[in-house]
C-alpha cells in the first residue's frame, strides 16, 4: 500500500476517527474520507447512559472530534451518508444514493446495533434501545415524561449499559425494576461475589430487580405505546418506558455480503486484517482470531481505539499487533468499576480490600495464574493490574490479599 491514494473508511465512531488519525499520524498523504451514517459528527459514547443522560454534560462535551479539527488534519468528515455495499473488483464503495466512491485501502469501523429480544411488542414506541446519542436523547425525553406521570421505568437486561440506565433513572427520582434473565446481574464478566453485590449496590438505591426473569411480552396501552412487561408466570410489571439492554450485534453485514470472513463479526487478525489486502477492520464490528484459534469479541473504547491504530499501521503496511490486556469500564452511582484482562474460566477469587469498604478490587485467578482483576473506586489497583497482567506476572493469592503488599514491586524484582 502506498502512502498516496484514497482510503475510505466507514463508520465515524471511535475506532473510525482513531484510524483516520493514525492514518495521518503514520504518513498516509492521500485522500481520508471518514463515512458516518449519523447526523452527528464523532462524538463519545460512554457518556451517552451516564452523564449526558442524567443531563450534567452539554453537547459540546460529548464531541469526540470536531469536524474543523479533522479538517485541519486533511480529514474529509461526511455524515449522514450510509455506506450499501462494497464493491472489491472495482475496489469501490456504493453508497445508499448509489453513488461510488473509489478506494485504494478501505477501514470498516461500522460498530454494533444493540439487539431486541423476540417478543411480543418488542419494536412498539415506548421500548428503546441505547447505542447512539439519538437514542439516549429519545430516553432521556422519556424519563421527563416518566417524571412528570409518576410512570416506572423498566430495564431488560442486567448487563453494562442496562444498569448503568437504571442507575441514572434512580438519580432523576425515577422508579425503576431490572429484569435480568441469568441469575445473577452481570454473571458473564465478574466473579460471583461481585454480581452479588451489585445487585445489593441496585437495591439500596431503590432498584426493584428481578433476576431469573422470564419475560412473554411487552403490553401495549390503547394508543399502542407500551405499557407493562407481562412475565411468563402472568404477573405484569407497569411501564412508562421499556429500556432494552440485551446486548448487540456486530455490523459486519457490509462485509459479509463483500464475501469477508464474518463469525458474530468480521474475523480479523491482530493487526486489524482481513483476508483481503485492501480491508481493514476494528471496533466493536470485528472478532479478533486470537493464537489459539479461538475468536474474541470485545465491546470497549480501548478496542476500538487501539484496533483502528493497527488496522491503519496494516494498511501502510506496517504490522503494529494489538495484544495489549483489555480493560473497561463502568460508572454506576458513585462507584467506578474498572476491568483489567478478560476473567472467562477463572476457578479462583481474591479479594483485595473489604467488599464493604469504600474501594477494593477481585483478583480472578485460573490454574493459580492471575488473569483478571475488577477494580471498584480503587484506580491505583487498575493501573497496577494492567502493568502485572501486560507483564504476564503473576502475585500469588496471599500477595494480592495483602493491602500492604505493593503489587507492582514484583514488576521490579529479579
Ligand atoms: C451507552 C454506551 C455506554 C458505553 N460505555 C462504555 C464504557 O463505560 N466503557 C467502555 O470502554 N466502552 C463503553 N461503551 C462501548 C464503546 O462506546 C464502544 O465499544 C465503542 O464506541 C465502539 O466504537 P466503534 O467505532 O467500533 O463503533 P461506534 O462508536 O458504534 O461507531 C460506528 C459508527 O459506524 C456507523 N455505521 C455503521 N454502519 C455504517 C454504514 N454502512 N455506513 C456509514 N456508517 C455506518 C454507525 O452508525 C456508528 O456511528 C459504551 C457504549 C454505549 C452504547
Not at 21 to 28: K, N, P, Q, T, V
Not at 81 to 106: C, F, H, M, N
Not at 194 to 199: G, R, T, V
Not at 233 to 248: F, K, S, T
Request: aromatic share 4%.
Amino acid at each position: 500500500m502506498s502512502a498516496t491514494g484514497t482510503i475510505v473508511i466507514v463508520g465515524a465512531g471511535q475506532a473510525g476517527v482513531q484510524a483516520a488519525e493514525a492514518l495521518r499520524a503514520g504518513g498516509f498523504t492521500g485522500e481520508i474520507m471518514l463515512l458516518g451514517d449519523e447526523p452527528h459528527g464523532p462524538y463519545h459514547r460512554p457518556p451517552l447512559s451516564k452523564a449526558w443522560l442524567a443531563g450534567d454534560i452539554d453537547a459540546a462535551q460529548l464531541v469526540m472530534r470536531a469536524p474543523e479539527l479533522l479538517a485541519k488534519k486533511g480529514i474529509v468528515l461526511r455524515t449522514d451518508v450510509k455506506v450499501a455495499s462494497i464493491d472489491r473488483k472495482t475496489q469501490e464503495v456504493v453508497l445508499a444514493d448509489g453513488s461510488r466512491l473509489p478506494y485504494s485501502g478501505l477501514v470498516l469501523a461500522t460498530g454494533a446495533t444493540p439487539r431486541r429480544l423476540p417478543i411480543p411488542g418488542a419494536d412498539a414506541p415506548g421500548v428503546l434501545a441505547l447505542r447512539t446519542r439519538d437514542d439516549a436523547s429519545a430516553i432521556a425525553e422519556h424519563f421527563q415524561l416518566c417524571a412528570a406521570k409518576q410512570l416506572p421505568i423498566v430495564v431488560i437486561g442486567g448487563g453494562f449499559i442496562g444498569l448503568e440506565v437504571a442507575a441514572t433513572a434512580r438519580k432523576k427520582g425515577l422508579p425503576v425494576t431490572v429484569l435480568e434473565a441469568a441469575p445473577r446481574l452481570l454473571g458473564r464478566v465478574l466473579a460471583p461475589m461481585l454480581c452479588d453485590w451489585y445487585a445489593q449496590l441496585h437495591r439500596s438505591h431503590g432498584v426493584t430487580l428481578q433476576l431469573d426473569a422470564r419475560i412473554e411480552a411487552i403490553e401495549l396501552d390503547a394508543q399502542g405505546h407500551a405499557c407493562a412487561v407481562r412475565m411468563a408466570d402472568g404477573r405484569r410489571v407497569p411501564a412508562g418506558l421499556v429500556v432494552m439492554g440485551v446486548g448487540v450485534s456486530a455490523n459486519d453485514e457490509l462485509a459479509r455480503a463483500a464475501g469477508l470472513a464474518c463469525d458474530r463479526g468480521i474475523v480479523v487478525d491482530a493487526c486489524g486484517r482481513t483476508e483481503d489486502p485492501l480491508i481493514v477492520a476494528a471496533g466493536d464490528c470485528t472478532a479478533r482470531r486470537l493464537a489459539d484459534g479461538t475468536l474474541l469479541r470485545l465491546e470497549s473504547v480501548q478496542n476500538a481505539t487501539e484496533q483502528g491504530k493497527s488496522a491503519s499501521a496494516a494498511l501502510l503496511g506496517q504490522a503494529r499487533p494489538f495484544t495489549a490486556t483489555p480493560w473497561f469500564w463502568s460508572d454506576q452511582y458513585d462507584k467506578k468499576l474498572q476491568m483489567a484482562g478478560l476473567s472467562a474460566g477463572a476457578d479462583a477469587w481474591v479479594l483485595r480490600g473489604p467488599m464493604e469498604g469504600p474501594s477494593f478490587s477481585v483478583c480472578h485467578y485460573r490454574a493459580g495464574k492471575l488473569i483478571a482483576v475488577d477494580s471498584v473506586n480503587s484506580p491505583k489497583d487498575h493501573l497496577q493490574a494492567r502493568k502485572l497482567l501486560d507483564a504476564g506476572v503473576s502475585p500469588t493469592p496471599a500477595q494480592a490479599a495483602n493491602l500492604a503488599f505493593n503489587l507492582t514491586s514484583l514488576l521490579t524484582s529479579p
